[in-house]
């Protein structure tokens, strides 16, 4: 999958990866109420995301069935890559220490990063 997939759209891959294959009115009514989505707009993110080769559909008698057509885990490695790349020179321990100097690791944090490490280093 080479292009990107917007917010919206990534609303809708998190229903398939948690449940699919599914209908597009299914998606529409698990996707989350608080978006208050059509069916026709869940239709028009399934059309972008089969264009972008992020879904894939197969056809049921009269309607579509559709499911990820990428992992979520290979997703979030690719989007995590992209973001390091843009933002840190490709490096990581600059991201920590962004977090650190910011406060925004928690106790629980700081010792699951420990655990990492540790694990790693075996």
Do not use: C
Request: charged share 30%.
């Amino acid at each position: 999958m080479a292009e990107r997939i917007s917010d919206a759209e990534h609303a809708v891959m998190e229903v398939l990866w948690d449940e699919s294959p599914l209908t597009a009115q299914d998606v529409t009514e698990r996707v989350d109420p608080n978006r208050a989505w059509s069916a026709a707009t869940v239709k028009t993110l399934l059309g972008r995301l089969l264009g972008k080769g992020a879904v894939q559909h197969e056809v049921d008698g009269r309607r579509y069935l559709y499911s990820p057509a990428v992992a979520r885990e290979d997703y979030v490695a690719g989007e995590s890559r992209k973001l390091i790349d843009r933002l840190f020179g490709g490096k990581l321990t600059p991201l920590v220490a962004h977090l650190a100097e910011r406060d925004e690791l928690s106790r629980q944090d700081i010792a699951e990063i420990e655990a990492l490490l540790k694990a790693l280093k075996q």
